[in-house]
């Protein structure tokens, strides 16, 4: 069972913004920090942002300032809002959850990702 999917992913003009949705099971009831990846080729995965379950935020040093990660823990979601987009941000985006409770086991939990194409 997938347990994490991304959504929002897509061809934008640098300068242009996208939002990114990752929606959890709803079998998972709890879930401590999640984060967002990205993976271009060639390249080491990267951590994007993270957020915890109390909304504490953290990004990496090239994104900060063009994207906010958000969540809604009543709706299981959580989001990537992504402004001023530049080529090197194209990547295959990854959602993952600590999950702390559920009808799952604990653990981290990954979604398959979503790419995200900046033109310029």
């Known amino acids: 069972q997938v347990h994490l999917v991304e959504s929002g992913g897509g061809l934008v003009q640098a300068g242009g913004s996208l939002r990114l949705s990752c929606a959890a099971s709803?079998?998972?009831?709890?879930?401590?920090?999640m984060d967002w990846y990205r993976q271009a080729p060639g390249k080491q995965r990267e951590l994007v942002a993270t957020?915890?379950?109390?909304?504490?935020?953290n990004y990496v040093d090239s994104v900060r300032g063009r994207f906010t990660i958000s969540r809604d823990n009543a709706k299981n979601m959580m989001y990537l809002q992504m402004n001023s987009l530049k080529p090197e941000d194209t990547a295959v985006y990854s959602c993952?959850?600590?999950?702390?409770?559920?009808?799952?086991?604990?653990?981290?939990?990954w979604g398959q990702g979503t790419q995200v194409t900046v033109s310029s």
């Open positions: 993952a959850a600590e999950v702390l409770g559920g009808l799952v086991n604990k653990g981290r939990y």
């Open positions: 709803r079998i998972i009831f709890v879930i401590g920090t």
């Open positions: 957020i915890t379950r109390d909304g504490s935020t």
